[in-house]
């Protein structure tokens, strides 16, 4: 059995909400539970892209238009609501996922780099632990991310829906070899990002705003958007708390930033 993390691809439709307020008072109220009645929340197009049955959002965030909705309820209508949206082009719905599911082994808690954004996961887990019968939940240790199972991936490869893109994650009939190849990976993942640009911060930050760059130093991460410098906090359950920055601190330019072609996140402001 095989456990997969959901996202979107790169190229398919994005969407945004109006206003940060909507996702925070609307959106995020209503998951959190403060909020009980649902509010079909106004969407605007952020990137076209190629024609697509869900939307890239917010990242851990899952978006599906109506096709989608109709081939996959069946299959996961117990353990998610499907919440109508407003969009001027499409029939699009917040997917709310509401099953949980635990089987990390934390009693070896070792993280490895996924293949992924800036992201690591979990190595161990307790197979036997794990519900066959839930085909996609969060998990308590990154409630951000999204998790499938194979039959879900099955039914959105049968289907033919486009747009869907899954990262392995864990592998209980391989586990231990899945480990050796995942180290394997990570070495040539962490041997490309040594040999990336590393730049004084005036250097790295001109390329941000003059060539679409971003840059990230530890926990920290700058884009710029919309005519804005956005600054950004890394926190553990991998949510980036964005601003505007006013004052650079004297320390940034003490240090040398790892610079990259394009952001792996979204950011609302």
Not at 126 to 155: A, C, G, W
Request: charged letters at 30%; glycine letters at 4%.
């Amino acid at each position: 059995m095989k456990i997969w993390m959901l996202i979107t691809t790169e190229k398919c439709l994005k969407v945004d909400t109006l206003t940060l307020e909507d996702y925070d008072d609307k959106i995020r109220a209503y998951v959190k539970g403060e909020q009980r009645k649902w509010e079909p929340v106004q969407m605007v197009t952020k990137r076209k892209g190629i024609k697509s049955d869900c939307a890239k959002f917010i990242f851990g965030e899952a978006v599906f238009n109506k096709k989608a909705v109709d081939l996959l309820r069946p299959l996961i209508e117990e353990q998610a609501e499907f919440l109508p949206l407003l969009h001027e082009e499409h029939e699009l719905f917040y997917v709310n996922v509401t099953s949980r599911q635990d089987f990390v082994d934390m009693s070896n808690p070792v993280q490895q780099k996924i293949s992924i954004g800036f992201f690591s996961e979990y190595v161990h887990i307790l197979p036997n632990k794990i519900d066959t019968s839930i085909h996609i939940f969060r998990m308590p240790q990154h409630k951000s991310r999204i998790y499938v199972s194979d039959t879900f991936k099955s039914e959105v490869e049968k289907n033919k829906l486009k747009g869907f893109e899954f990262v392995l994650i864990w592998d209980t009939e391989n586990l231990e070899e899945m480990r050796k190849e995942k180290l394997k990976q990570y070495d040539l993942y962490y041997g490309k990002i040594s040999s990336r640009p590393q730049l004084p911060f005036t250097d790295a930050l001109h390329k941000v705003k003059y060539e679409g760059k971003h840059i990230r130093r530890d926990d920290k991460i700058f884009i710029y958007q919309n005519n804005s410098l956005l600054f950004g906090n890394i926190s553990e359950d991998e949510i980036i708390d964005w601003g505007e920055l006013v004052f650079i601190p004297p320390l940034f330019f003490d240090l040398e930033w790892i610079v990259y072609d394009e952001p792996n996140v979204d950011c609302q402001q």
